[in-house]
């Protein structure tokens, strides 16, 4: 395996409430050679008939990651460094097991490549030591990567939580969501 610089103090944390819409993160994401000009995280309205509010989606690079569980063709990976990365092309069989499995929606199965695809986290940035592109042109830092104690100090009100429940499912995450002070899990039902 080649030498990598990933620093593994450095976080990516999502605050939704920051999200402006404004789809930098995607242009930036869609300029990555790696990903064939494709975006890899999305922006959604949250309900666009009643406000203008937006969210971001990323990969939450779960530490027990179901999509690779659900693989059939062993083509999804996690590294040492908890993260998860996109089909190994030459594995792939398109069958989307792994974009049905996903409690959060992330993987796409982009169709005329007959292939899963879904952010890894800039690992080419950030494994010399850059940040992921999306956090890099995020005007409002609803997308912010740096450590637990930068984050702490710029949302003094918030906490970034990783523990989510999904029904009687439980999931940890590598990326944190920002929360009201207070919160220790997210609980989805």
């Not at 450095?10 to 999200?19: G, L, S, Y």
């Not at 995280?41 to 203008?52: E, W």
């Not at 199965?109 to 695809?117: D, I, R, T, V, W």
């Not at 710029?154 to 989510?164: E, K, Q, Y």
């Amino acid at each position: 395996m080649p030498e990598t610089n990933y620093d593994q103090e450095m976080a990516f944390f999502v605050d939704m409430q920051r999200c402006i819409g404004c789809h930098a993160c995607e242009m930036a994401c869609a300029e990555c050679e790696t990903n064939g000009q494709e975006s890899m995280i999305h922006v959604h309205y949250v309900d666009r008939a009643k406000s203008p509010q937006t969210t971001v989606q990323v990969c939450m690079h779960c530490e027990d990651p179901t999509c690779a569980n659900v693989c059939p063709a062993d083509a999804i990976h996690q590294d040492e460094f908890g993260v998860v990365h996109s089909a190994n092309t030459s594995r792939c069989i398109g069958c989307s097991n792994c974009v049905l499995a996903c409690p959060f929606g992330v993987p796409k199965k982009e169709e005329k490549a007959e292939l899963m695809m879904k952010c890894n986290m800039c690992y080419d940035r950030t494994s010399a030591g850059l940040k992921p592109m999306c956090a890099t042109v995020c005007p409002s830092q609803a997308l912010y990567y740096g450590t637990r104690e930068e984050i702490e100090r710029m949302r003094p009100d918030s906490v970034p939580v990783n523990s989510f429940k999904f029904g009687a499912q439980e999931v940890n995450t590598k990326v944190n969501i920002m929360m009201p002070k207070g919160t220790h899990q997210l609980v989805v039902e």
